[in-house]
């Protein structure tokens, strides 16, 4: 039943470490996004992909890198995780992604603790 | 970056009270939405408005966007405490692929 759903809801690690999140939606939307919530609950893009194409890339360090195997799927790797990357990561998807009407579907989040 | 300033950041109010949202920007955006997420949870869409000077009513939430498509309010009446939340501006960059630009949010607290 979930619409867009996110594994794991929490991930704790140590800095170096690698790790990945991976997000599914199965609501047939083209697109797809990964956003980052700081402790201030400031909610900002960092990437996004339609139709397993990457359409948006904000300032992000290289160490994270997302794939889409396909449209319903969109993943993030993280690489050197270092302790400024503890946030809460949502994933989203929506159908009118270049239009005013680009409503979001968010997922529950991954909260990322980095020790 | 187009910059959405929401105010107030927290909000406290006691049940059957009314309260106002604002979201300002200096830029003009394709459209505005509101969001409310709830601890643990994502943000759920509550309401997008598109054209200047419209208003939309969503039962006891009353959304406005402005004339020229810079601000938006959110107006809540009869506070109930289910409307706590942590209420999110965001615009839509008509510039690059209706990417949203999130306001930092309104914490809203009603109490019975």
């Known amino acids: 039943d979930t619409a867009v759903s996110q594994t794991p809801k929490y991930l704790v690690t140590q800095m170096g470490n690698d790790k990945s999140i991976k997000c599914e939606q199965n609501?047939?939307?083209?697109?797809m996004y990964w956003y980052k919530q700081d402790s201030k609950k400031f909610l900002k893009i960092m990437f996004s992909y339609n139709n397993k194409e990457l359409i948006i890339n904000e300032t992000v360090p290289n160490r994270f890198s997302p794939k889409s195997p396909d449209k319903a799927h969109l993943n993030l790797h993280i690489n050197s995780l270092e302790l400024g990357d503890s946030a809460v990561y949502f994933c989203?998807?929506?159908?009118?992604?270049?239009?005013?009407?680009?409503?979001?579907?968010f997922g529950p989040g991954t909260r990322l603790t980095v020790l | 970056t187009q910059l959405l300033e929401q105010s107030p950041q927290f909000l406290s109010i006691q049940e059957g009270e009314n309260l106002t949202v604002y979201c300002n920007s200096s830029?003009?955006?394709?459209?505005l939405q509101w969001y409310r997420q709830e601890p643990g949870e994502g943000p759920v869409l509550l309401v997008t408005v598109v054209t200047g000077g419209e208003v939309k009513k969503l039962k006891r939430l009353t959304f406005q966007f402005g004339d020229a498509r810079k601000d938006s309010s959110l107006h809540i009446t009869a506070a109930q405490p289910g409307d706590t939340g942590l209420y999110l501006c965001a615009g839509v960059n008509p510039d690059s692929w209706g990417k949203l630009q999130f306001g930092a949010g309104t914490q809203v607290v009603v109490t019975p």
């Open positions: 989203a998807s929506s159908q009118l992604a270049g239009g005013p009407f680009n409503e979001q579907f």
């Open positions: 609501l047939g939307h083209d697109t």
């Open positions: 830029s003009v955006f394709s459209s």
